[in-house]
Protein backbone atom coordinates (compact mmCIF):
# COMPACT_ATOMS: atom_id res chain seq x y z
CA UNK A 1 0.00 0.00 0.00
CA UNK A 2 1.74 3.26 -1.04
CA UNK A 3 1.83 6.02 1.45
CA UNK A 4 0.55 9.48 0.72
CA UNK A 5 3.10 12.23 1.12
CA UNK A 6 0.64 15.02 1.02
CA UNK A 7 2.83 16.50 -1.55
CA UNK A 8 1.48 16.47 -5.44
CA UNK A 9 2.80 14.93 -8.25
CA UNK A 10 5.88 17.33 -9.66
CA UNK A 11 5.88 16.66 -13.36
CA UNK A 12 7.91 18.45 -16.14
CA UNK A 13 8.27 18.77 -19.48
CA UNK A 14 11.30 20.29 -21.30
CA UNK A 15 10.49 21.03 -24.75
CA UNK A 16 13.98 20.58 -25.77
CA UNK A 17 13.61 16.84 -25.05
CA UNK A 18 11.27 16.70 -28.77
CA UNK A 19 12.84 20.00 -30.25
CA UNK A 20 16.44 20.69 -30.59
CA UNK A 21 16.93 24.14 -29.56
CA UNK A 22 14.26 25.24 -27.61
CA UNK A 23 14.55 25.88 -24.15
CA UNK A 24 10.38 26.30 -23.04
CA UNK A 25 9.52 23.75 -20.25
CA UNK A 26 6.59 24.01 -17.63
CA UNK A 27 5.65 22.12 -14.89
CA UNK A 28 2.61 20.95 -13.21
CA UNK A 29 0.45 18.25 -10.84
CA UNK A 30 -0.29 15.62 -13.84
CA UNK A 31 -0.21 15.24 -17.31
CA UNK A 32 -3.90 16.54 -17.62
CA UNK A 33 -2.50 19.94 -16.15
CA UNK A 34 0.44 19.88 -18.54
CA UNK A 35 -1.29 18.56 -22.03
CA UNK A 36 -3.10 22.47 -22.69
CA UNK A 37 -0.21 24.29 -21.60
CA UNK A 38 2.16 22.70 -23.80
CA UNK A 39 -0.07 22.03 -26.89
CA UNK A 40 -0.42 25.77 -26.87
CA UNK A 41 3.25 26.19 -26.66
CA UNK A 42 3.84 23.58 -29.74
CA UNK A 43 1.04 26.03 -31.46
CA UNK A 44 2.25 28.88 -30.54
CA UNK A 45 6.14 28.55 -30.99
CA UNK A 46 6.02 25.66 -33.54
CA UNK A 47 3.52 25.89 -35.37
CA UNK A 48 1.95 22.85 -34.70
CA UNK A 49 -1.54 22.77 -35.86
CA UNK A 50 -2.97 19.65 -34.15
CA UNK A 51 -0.81 17.06 -31.62
CA UNK A 52 -1.63 13.50 -33.53
CA UNK A 53 -1.45 10.43 -31.26
CA UNK A 54 2.31 10.08 -32.54
CA UNK A 55 3.34 13.71 -31.34
CA UNK A 56 1.15 13.25 -27.72
CA UNK A 57 2.81 9.58 -26.87
CA UNK A 58 6.31 11.60 -27.54
CA UNK A 59 5.52 14.20 -25.16
CA UNK A 60 3.95 12.01 -22.66
CA UNK A 61 7.17 9.78 -22.64
CA UNK A 62 9.24 12.92 -22.15
CA UNK A 63 7.23 13.85 -18.99
CA UNK A 64 9.70 13.79 -16.32
CA UNK A 65 8.39 13.19 -12.19
CA UNK A 66 10.49 15.63 -10.22
CA UNK A 67 11.62 15.18 -6.45
CA UNK A 68 9.47 16.92 -4.25
Known amino acids: ?3 E ?3 K ?3 KFRCA ?3 QGCS ?3 TGSSEDE ?4 IEQHGREKHNISSFDNETRNKVR ?4 REAA
Open 1 to 3: MAQ
Open 5 to 7: SGH
Open 9 to 11: QNL
Open 17 to 19: EIT
Open 24 to 26: WET
Open 34 to 37: LMPK
Open 61 to 64: QSIR
